[in-house]
């Protein structure tokens, strides 16, 4: 069993930056990060190949993110910059038990945190 803790949601203005973070109590495989506003699905947002450190980004947020992971601490932080009102949603860290490449698609994941809130103002 994994269980996901995230932190490090707010308020923001556009612009600005946040850091999120995720802790997982147990041993993990892949990680990503989604994120889901009001009346919309859950969206890919950014993902690390667990074994190898390799990142995945979805293109809305390709070089003003960056995942990273401690294998030590089993820990995965999402780092956002340059922050846009369209990236305010609940952000949710989830792991997955793939061995290859992160899967994209929220049902390939097997453990979720509780989501945190990210609001940015225009």
């Known amino acids: 069993q994994v269980q996901l803790v995230e932190s490090g949601g707010g308020l923001v203005q556009a612009g600005g930056s946040l850091r999120l973070s995720c802790a997982a109590s147990?041993?993990?495989?892949?990680m990503g990060w989604f994120r889901q506003a009001p009346g919309k699905e859950r969206e890919f947002v950014a993902a690390?190949?667990?074994?190898?450190?390799?990142?995945y980004y979805a293109e809305s947020v390709k070089g003003r993110f960056s995942i990273s992971r401690d294998g030590a601490k089993n820990t995965v932080s999402l780092q956002m910059n340059s922050l846009k009102p369209e990236d305010t949603a609940v952000y949710y860290c989830?792991?997955?038990?793939?061995?290859?490449?992160?899967?994209?698609?929220?049902?390939?994941?097997?453990?979720w945190g509780q989501g945190t809130q990210v609001t940015v103002s225009s």
């Open positions: 147990g041993r993990t495989f892949n």
């Open positions: 690390i190949r667990w074994s190898f450190g390799s990142t």
């Open positions: 989830a792991a997955d038990r793939t061995l290859g490449a992160p899967p994209r698609v929220p049902s390939e994941y097997d453990y």
